[in-house]
């Protein structure tokens, strides 16, 4: 029988205000083109070390300009390496300091510089149009950074926003493949894998766990400002990175829905002028082999730019399986990048990429780690006997408190290491693995008016992720519990965005814009027992609406103010089907249910900032944000698949301060924040004989408060040392399940109390060309899985990273030892419940290994 939950009657007449508001806001939009104030289009530049003269020749060449400027007045000087996405007259800020030159833009097409222009005021970074976060280095100090955090581009140093960045260069030497590795290198973030399509990402204690349908992340993921939808794509190769931008705390103002937590920005390397070519290959133990390439430069007129970027690599299992004698926790992926760069004209630019990736891999080897409850019941004779009498009734008391038959078998603690010896062994027999294909297209718009930048930004995402694992990591024979987990799941989204940038005098800006979402995801998951099968099918079509935008105004030449809003309208339609086959457990009765609901929203973000100084900027804000609403993923009941979840929310109060000393040979950024977190989308496993169902409720509230700091010095020449440390306390202010169990005050899940990373990075020269050694250390402490904060709890752990590099004079030639988990340390990556027992996913062990890189400019 067909059910349905009755739509919200509300829905017509807040769809047609929704459609008004932005009829006008469109109006107004096209209204505001005004050609008073200039914006120059951004450039990606690559210039490499060496005399000024052949420095400013790249330069030319690379922002189609012509220099007027006398061989004598740069004689004699030499210029640092200069990479990064950037304005023409951020790079010739850079280009000539310390050099006693200044320049001036005689019309857009020509440079003049000079000795005498350097006395003439030019604009500070922070005025110009914002860029990508891209980094270079001052002459006699740390790197600079900018960054898009506010959707312009600005100096780190400058956006009142806790936000952290690894850039192109950090990414390669980290060995950063993908989300998880990010996890504790940025204050505040963690990242566990229950598989590669279900990753559990975490921001000051804000994330998600249910992965149906109709459920979203509360950690936003962006590539090149495309959002990712979907729990099974975000987890995705880094390939070609510029930068990972981390913002940290509700991002809801320009970011939308779903960045309660914070987001992560993936921003991938523009095409640049030059011709290109780099080709890397890689070896390491456990058989690992990695080849990845890139190919850049003009097609056929400097009008039109492109790059083409891969990555494949394989690795047999670090896991042995003592049961089947197969290696399981493997690696077999590939992925794959082309971009174009179409400049027509000075006023107008498009970008277009394409990419795509393949993950194949085996089982990912679960381990038991704990029991609370009997796994199996005996009789006399060491026969199971039936789990219910023929009224149905028990026969045993599930609970370990309560009076247990002599006979009856519970899992020891330590049984994994009765079994295998150590985590490296597994005792499964069943077969899993994870096959997974991801593609996405996007096009970028860009055009200059003379009065401010239009942005178009065209987005779409495809994918499919199957996937199968036996839950418990243990012999069918050992368990009653013995059940296969498998997930077939195809996902398609689209979405456009246009957004108008305008930059006043005295530092003003404004940025404003419409966002459209529509995300179609159909999730069959398949709960196998034995012999019986039960199913969950659910289909959702997602529609999210917004308009958006932020004031920056000047109170005075030290204090701003920055202002900004967003409001959001989402609804979700979703249809499913449960069977339960007579298979215990998940899926306890059929039904089928189309259910529908919307939601709309508005999240407000204020920021007072001051500059104390150049190098100082103390700052304060006030920011919400808002997960959507949805509905139970893969539900036990019709009860259950009724019950709509309701929005999530968050207020966050922050203040901190960004300074530079010591002559910008010491970055250091602090960060305090409380944050109000109300209706929290809470996963709960509720026992049922052994085995359970796993249901979402909204808590009734939680509070998160924290320090974050973040820090870059320079002590020598040579010598950078960098790190974070984030301290986090999350608990329930209010919070009683449907059970009746009372977890006011307890921890929320995922929110390790400390975690800190250092870093050391040391280059000198060496038989003419450098060598670089670098040194990481990550920490986190120990962390709850359930919100009762009972059972195994997520055991600290620590990791050392390292590698040593040399570079050729020439730096065609790079060749790299490298090393990751060089103690071996035994860590859990990721732990859940199943039937009241605990099991648990284990981090990689030490690996290491070699790379060759060549590189043609």
Do not use: C
């Amino acid at each position: 029988m067909l059910h349905s939950v009755s739509p919200n009657p509300l829905r017509s007449s807040r769809r047609a205000r929704v459609y008004k508001v932005f009829a006008v806001y469109v109006i107004g939009l096209l209204a505001m083109v005004n050609p008073s104030f200039g914006a120059k289009l951004l450039v990606q530049f690559d210039l490499t070390p060496g005399p000024l003269s052949q420095s400013l020749i790249q330069f030319a060449e690379q922002a189609e300009v012509s220099l007027l400027v006398s061989k004598t007045a740069v004689a004699h000087l030499h210029a640092a390496p200069l990479n990064g996405v950037m304005t023409p007259s951020q790079a010739l800020q850079r280009l000539l300091r310390g050099t006693g030159l200044g320049y001036r833009f005689v019309d857009r097409q020509t440079v003049s510089i000079s000795a005498a222009l350097l006395e003439e005021k030019k604009a500070p970074v922070a005025s110009e149009p914002r860029v990508t976060a891209a980094t270079t280095r001052a002459d006699a100090g740390i790197e600079e950074v900018l960054v898009t955090a506010q959707r312009t581009s600005q100096n780190l140093q400058k956006v009142p926003v806790a936000v952290s960045v690894l850039n192109r260069v950090e990414l390669e030497r980290a060995d950063i493949k993908d989300l998880t590795d990010l996890g504790t290198r940025v204050p505040g973030l963690t990242v566990a894998s229950y598989s590669l399509g279900q990753p559990t990402i975490h921001m000051r204690g804000i994330g998600s766990n249910d992965d149906g349908a109709a459920m979203d992340n509360s950690v936003a993921v962006f590539v090149d400002d495309i959002y990712v939808g979907r729990i099974t794509h975000i987890d995705l190769n880094i390939l070609d990175l510029e930068r990972v931008e981390v913002l940290r705390g509700p991002q809801g103002t320009l970011y939308g829905k779903n960045a309660i937590g914070g987001a992560i920005k993936l921003v991938s390397k523009t095409p640049a002028p030059g011709a290109y070519r780099e080709i890397k290959l890689s070896s390491g133990n456990y058989n690992y082999r990695g080849v990845s390439g890139i190919l850049n430069g003009p097609l056929g007129s400097t009008s039109l730019l492109g790059r083409l970027s891969f990555d494949s690599r394989q690795r047999d299992g670090w896991q042995q399986n003592l049961t089947t004698g197969e290696r399981q926790q493997d690696d077999n992926k590939w992925a794959l990048r082309g971009k174009l760069l179409y400049r027509p004209q000075q006023h107008l630019e498009a970008h277009w990429s394409l990419d795509g990736s393949r993950e194949n891999l085996n089982a990912s080897g679960r381990i038991p780690v704990h029991s609370r409850v009997p796994l199996r019941i005996l009789d006399a004779g060491g026969n199971p006997i039936p789990r219910r009498d023929a009224q149905g009734q028990p026969l045993f008391n599930s609970t370990p408190e309560g009076d247990q038959p002599l006979y009856e078998t519970r899992l020891p603690t330590d049984i994994f290491r009765a079994l295998g010896g150590d985590p490296r062994h597994a005792t499964n027999d069943g077969e899993g693995f994870t096959d997974r294909y991801l593609w996405g297209a996007t096009q970028r718009l860009v055009y200059d008016s003379g009065g401010g930048t239009l942005t178009a930004i065209t987005g779409y995402r495809d994918g499919r992720y199957d996937w199968a694992e036996e839950s418990t990591g243990l012999p069918s024979s050992t368990t009653d519990q013995f059940v296969d987990n498998a997930v077939l799941e195809t996902h398609r989204q689209f979405s456009q965005e246009l957004r108008w940038a305008r930059q006043g005098p005295a530092n003003q800006s404004l940025v404003m814009g419409l966002y459209y979402l529509n995300e179609y995801t159909h999730r069959d998951e398949k709960f196998p027992f034995q012999a019986l099968t039960a199913r969950s099918d659910q289909r959702n079509t997602t529609r999210s609406y917004a308009l958006f935008g932020e004031l920056r105004y000047p109170l005075s030449p030290s204090l701003a103010l920055n202002l900004g809003g967003r409001y959001s309208y989402d609804t979700k339609v979703l249809r499913q089907r449960a069977v339960s086959n007579g298979a215990p457990g998940v899926v306890l009765e059929d039904f089928q249910l189309k259910s529908e609901g919307d939601w709309d929203d508005f999240s407000p973000r204020l920021a007072l900032s001051y500059q104390f100084s150049d190098s100082v900027l103390w700052y304060g804000s006030i920011t919400s944000g808002m997960k959507s609403g949805g509905f139970q993923g893969a539900p036990g009941t019709l009860a259950s698949a009724s019950r709509t979840i309701e929005p999530e929310s968050a207020w966050d109060y922050e203040a901190g301060f960004k300074s530079q000393w010591l002559q910008d040979r010491l970055r250091l950024n602090v960060a305090a924040f409380y944050t109000d977190y109300r209706d929290l989308q809470v996963v709960q496993f509720r026992t049922i004989d052994n085995f359970g169902l796993f249901e979402t409720d909204n808590a009734a509230s939680a509070s998160l408060r924290g320090l974050e700091a973040e820090f870059v010095m320079s002590p020598s020449t040579g010598l950078t040392v960098s790190g974070s440390y984030a301290f986090l306390r999350a608990t329930y202010d209010n919070y009683n399940d449907p059970e009746g169990r009372d977890f006011t005050g307890n921890h929320l899940r995922q929110a390790p109390k400390h975690s800190a990373h250092l870093a050391l990075q040391y280059r000198r020269p060496v038989f003419k060309g450098e060598l670089h050694t670098d040194l990481a250390y990550r920490y986190q402490s120990q962390s709850f899985r359930e919100p009762s904060n009972s059972g195994t709890r997520l055991p600290a752990f620590r990791l050392v990273d390292g590698s040593i590099t040399y570079s050729t004079p020439d730096r065609r030639w790079q060749a790299s030892l490298w090393g990751k988990n060089l103690l071996d340390e035994e860590y859990i990556s990721h732990l859940y419940v199943l039937g009241g027992n605990d099991y648990a996913l284990y981090g990689t062990p030490r690996t290491y290994g070699v790379s060759i890189a060549w590189r043609f400019h």
